[in-house]
T-cell receptor, first 112, second 112 residues
Framework: EAQVTQNPRYLITVTGKKLTVTCSQN?????MSWYRQDPGLGLRQIYY???????DKGDVPEGYKVSRKEKRNFPLILESPSPNQTSLYFC???????????FGEGSRLTVL | GQSLEQPSEVTAVEGAIVQINCTYQ??????LSWYQQHDGGAPTFLSY????GLEETGRFSSFLSRSDSYGYLLLQELQMKDSASYFC?????????????FGKGTRLHILP
């Protein structure tokens, strides 16, 4: 089954404790992206990757890092989480031709 | 800057027709997409318009006018299960890459 898998789905952590949200897709998509969703603000892009070893900042990259060592994986790293990073995070992938993004189920992160 | 405008909320009656509008202002344009998101779920792709005109897929249709920087999603024979948020998204060139920019979403309420 074609899918984008994120882990963990839910996480409560404390300020400053490094965490990684993993994202994996099995569709051989070149394009992958991370979004955060906050009430009233829609989906805002954090980082994206056009292919292996190619990553670029989105609209809200501060406080986040990503890597793309393999085509299927695109982890999101919060080196020192802060409460303003409490949000719902979505990973997505796409063939990149028609704008059809396939989303993971989301990861709800709470930073205390 | 780049922006997409859509109404924050729309209410309609079961069995009726509803139109959700989206206007965009971007430097460059490849196409307009629509996504549906139910509460607690991930966004799912509905449609993509690269050329002017109406695209129909079952009860849902999407329209694009590139000259007006405007599009809409038309939902016919509304069902209670159509209660969800709907996002328009523009695929646009950004430096050497493509970028997908989302609107803030329209919450569709359906009354029995």
């Amino acid at each position: 089954e074609a899918q984008v898998t994120q882990n963990p789905r839910y996480l409560i952590t404390v300020t400053g404790k490094k965490l990684t949200v993993t994202c994996s897709q099995n569709m051989n998509h070149e394009y992958m992206s991370w979004y955060r969703q906050d009430p009233g603000l829609g989906l805002r892009q954090i980082y994206y990757s056009m292919n292996v070893e190619v990553t670029d900042k989105g609209d809200v990259p501060e406080g986040y890092k990503v890597s793309r060592k393999e085509k299927r994986n695109f982890p999101l790293i919060l080196e020192s989480p802060s409460p303003n990073q409490t949000s719902l995070y979505f990973c997505a992938s796409s063939l990149g031709e028609n704008g059809e993004l396939f989303f993971g189920e989301g990861s709800r992160l709470t930073v205390l | 800057g780049q922006s997409l405008e859509q109404p924050s909320e729309v209410t309609a009656v079961e069995g009726a027709i509803v139109q959700i509008n989206c206007t965009y202002q971007t430097s460059g344009f490849y196409g307009l997409s629509w996504y549906q998101q139910h509460d607690g779920g991930a966004p799912t792709f509905l449609s993509y318009n690269a050329l002017d005109g109406l695209e129909e897929t079952g009860r849902f249709s999407s329209f694009l006018s590139r000259s007006d920087s405007y599009g809409y999603l038309l939902l016919q024979e509304l069902q209670m299960k159509d209660s969800a948020s709907y996002f328009c998204a523009v695929r646009a060139p950004m430096n050497r890459d493509d970028k997908i920019i989302f609107g803030k979403g329209t919450r569709l309420h359906i009354l029995p």
